[in-house]
């Protein structure tokens, strides 16, 4: 079975709201029509996204660090917000595990947003209708672009790789290969929602260096003075 | 949650309706074995669709909930998952049977079946089959909230005793003032078990109260972005100008608020209609028993608002500055 998904690299995204925009872009203008936007150049600006970019401070100051976090539907393995659309509307794919919405069955009784812990359904305010991640859908397959672009806009936008794209019950893709070496998990893990969507932590590469490195015990020069008294005459040490 | 009019009307309304109808057929299985004096057909009848005009009110509320109602027919397809499902098909049958025993009340039909007329027991075979319907109804509406396990305020056995509970306490506060207009002699038989069943909503109503006051969210902001630090803040949420996740899941309102409205719904809903009713069957004065049942659906409205108002849903962690 195939599980298609999205790894986000935490350690990598800047914040730079590339993947918003690209996504709203591209599925602002395909077939289902447009996401809706009101005031868009007024006071209170708001609309319908799949994807929005939050930050986050952690720590007190001095000690902080900023993260940025992408958050859209994380295509649940066990979506519960599913199977309590009355009108079956909503639905996971049997081929891809992509979780949809169909537009022409949805009446807009937000149900389905009441059980997704995670806010990733946005009702569309003009349509009537509930949106959400499509994972691009419409790209995916589609054999009029070339392969490399077959791929959500979000991924490709994205200028510094922080999404990463892939089947994630393959165990040898590359998105299966990040979650296993760069410590991949999930959101909310405690309600049983199993998402596919994976986040890779902050990482921070340290260096360690022992006090030994420090005075270079094993330093050559230095093997005579290990052994007998400092000279006081001029020496090569001296020189540094 | 952010409490949506609709909504409310909708579960108050039906509520009072099949509570009604609940209070009208218990009076019929009672005088059908002589604990109660037989009522007039037209008693029954009018009784009957007065229950299907709040049916139908709290039905024409709950359109208003949809963004496209038009395709409303289309919620009845999911009823092996979906509770919301169950309740589009419990609703409209709950009317027909609700209509069938009015309408057979009020022109006294006997349809023969196989050669057998039933006299009057049909109305009382319809109306057991209404009664459960009525059940399955609320059992519905109770598990819309109780089955969303996100939302732990609602996630709770105690969310369907009170959707009963309610239901039946301000149906029999209707009946009892709706006696007083026909069959003034079942007026003490109405408000009695109208003051039962509130007394009972008021004690499982308050244990669900002091529940949600202790109860402590499954998820954090640890959980909810990945990382391991008590202190996090979030700064931005990904837009300035809000969002439907910052409308449909926030009340907007302050503690205090909340708090006081808290106050009203107990005063509305319990001691004040069940000291009137008394007064009013006491004393034999209508106007106060319908005012007992005028100031209990009030609470109720109130009450339904905290209800939504109270539920804390997961999402809100990650709009923590709005
Ligand atoms: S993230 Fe929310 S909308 Fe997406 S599949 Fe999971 S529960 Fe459903
Ligand atoms: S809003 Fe649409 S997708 Fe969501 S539960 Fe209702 S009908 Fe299903």
């Known amino acids: ?240 | 949650m952010h409490p949506a009019f609709s909504v409310i009307f909708l579960t108050t309304l039906i509520g009072a309706g099949q509570g009604l109808f609940l209070a009208l057929f218990t009076s019929e299985s009672y005088s059908a074995v002589g604990l109660l004096p037989k009522q007039s057909h037209t008693f029954y009848a009018i009784g009957g669709f007065l229950a299907l005009l709040l049916l139908i009110a709290g039905l024409i509320a709950s359109v208003f909930h949809l963004g496209r109602p038009e395709r409303a027919w289309r919620a009845a397809s999911q009823w092996r998952t979906s509770w919301l499902s169950r309740e589009v098909i419990a609703l409209p049958t709950v009317m027909g049977l609700v209509f069938l025993y009015a309408t057979i009340h009020l022109f006294e039909w006997n349809p023969m079946f196989l050669g057998y007329g039933f006299g009057d027991k049909i109305t009382l075979v319809l109306g057991g089959t209404a009664a459960t319907a009525i059940f399955i109804l609320f059992l519905c509406t109770g598990m819309i909230y109780a089955a969303i396990r996100f939302l732990k305020e609602w996630s709770n056995p105690l969310t369907i005793i009170n959707f009963i509970l309610f239901g039946g306490a301000s149906g029999f506060m209707l009946a009892s003032a709706y006696s007083s207009f026909y069959a003034p002699e079942l007026v003490n038989f109405f408000g009695g078990w109208a003051i039962i069943l509130t007394l009972s909503v008021w004690v499982t109503r308050s244990a669900s109260l002091i529940r949600n006051a202790r109860l402590k969210p499954t998820s954090t902001i640890q959980t909810a972005i990945g990382v391991r630090h008590t202190k996090i803040q979030q700064k931005a949420m990904g837009m300035m100008g809000g969002s439907f996740n910052t409308r449909e899941y926030f009340h907007g309102k302050t503690a205090l608020f909340l708090k006081s409205i808290k106050w009203i719904f107990i005063v509305l809903s319990f001691p004040l209609p069940i000291l009137i009713l008394w007064a009013g069957m006491q004393f034999d004065q209508q106007p106060l028993l319908i005012s007992a049942f005028v100031i209990q659906y009030v609470g109720l409205l109130f009450e339904r608002w905290l209800f939504f108002a109270q539920a804390n849903h997961p999402q809100n962690i990650y709009y923590q500055t709005v």
């Open chain 1, 1 to 240: 079975m195939t599980q298609l998904a999205l790894v986000i690299d935490l350690n990598v995204c800047v914040g730079c709201h590339a993947c918003v925009t690209s996504c709203k872009e591209w599925n602002t203008s395909g077939e289902p029509g447009p996401l809706v936007d009101e005031n868009p150049y007024g006071k209170d600006p708001t609309g319908t996204f799949f994807n929005r970019v939050q930050t986050y401070e952690i720590g007190e100051f001095p000690n902080t660090e900023t993260l940025h976090f992408p958050k859209s539907c994380l295509h649940c393995e066990e979506p519960p917000c599913v199977p309590v659309c009355p009108t079956g509307a909503s639905y996971k794919r049997e081929e891809d595990g992509i979780v949809l919405v169909d537009y022409d069955k949805c009446i807009g009784c937000k149900y389905c947003t009441w059980a997704c812990p995670y806010g990733a359904r946005e009702i569309d305010e003009k349509q009537k209708v509930m949106k959400k991640c499509t994972l691009c859908v419409d790209r995916l397959y589609d054999e009029a672009l070339p392969e490399s672009e077959r791929k959500p806009s979000c991924v490709l936008a994205c200028p510094t790789s922080a999404r990463l794209y892939g089947d994630v019950h393959d165990p040898d893709s590359e998105v299966s290969n990040a979650i296993r070496e760069e410590g991949g998990y999930q959101l909310m893990p405690e309600w049983g929602t199993k998402p596919s969507n994976h986040y890779l932590p902050r990482r921070k590469t340290r260096m360690h260096i022992h006090e030994d490195e420090l005075v270079r015990a094993d330093n050559p020069l230095k093997q005579e003075d290990i052994r007998h008294e400092t000279s006081k005459d001029v020496t090569l040490d001296d020189w540094f």
